[in-house]
């Protein structure tokens, strides 16, 4: 649902990464399925799944440790046709959200 925060929690060993790992097409349910919006997604191809808006982001505080701030904003950025055509609009709503980042970015 649009405008709704969902959070996955549990102890180590719990099932957390299989489960978002799953969701995003790298592993397939043996047991089950995994739909969106009505329609099964768990034989979908991953790079199909973030075209439907759907995408992780991976713990640890240096994703790309070499890239500065605005580059990994902009590798987020760059995950779909639709995201890379609004980068900048994309980076700037970021910066809005989180203007820490904005002063961070180089």
């Given at each position: 649902?649009?405008?709704?925060?969902?959070?996955?929690?549990?102890?180590n060993g719990a099932?957390?990464?299989?489960?978002?790992?799953?969701?995003?097409?790298?592993?397939?349910?043996?047991?089950?399925?995994?739909?969106?919006?009505?329609?099964?997604?768990?034989?979908?191809?991953?790079?199909?799944?973030?075209?439907?808006?759907?995408?992780?982001?991976?713990?640890?505080?240096?994703?790309?440790?070499?890239?500065?701030?605005?580059?990994?904003?902009?590798m987020g950025a760059?995950?779909?046709?639709?995201?890379?055509?609004?980068?900048?609009?994309?980076?700037?709503?970021?910066?809005?959200?989180?203007?820490?980042?904005?002063?961070?970015?180089?």
């Amino acid at each position: 649902m649009v405008g709704e925060v969902v959070s996955l929690i549990g102890s180590n060993g719990a099932g957390k990464t299989t489960t978002l790992k799953t969701i995003s097409g790298v592993l397939h349910p043996k047991q089950g399925s995994v739909t969106l919006e009505g329609q099964r997604i768990d034989h979908v191809p991953p790079h199909e799944i973030v075209a439907l808006g759907i995408c992780q982001s991976p713990e640890g505080r240096r994703i790309f440790p070499r890239l500065t701030t605005l580059e990994n904003l902009e590798m987020g950025a760059a995950i779909s046709a639709k995201t890379r055509q609004k980068k900048k609009e994309s980076v700037e709503y970021v910066y809005t959200l989180f203007p820490v980042l904005k002063e961070r970015r180089s």
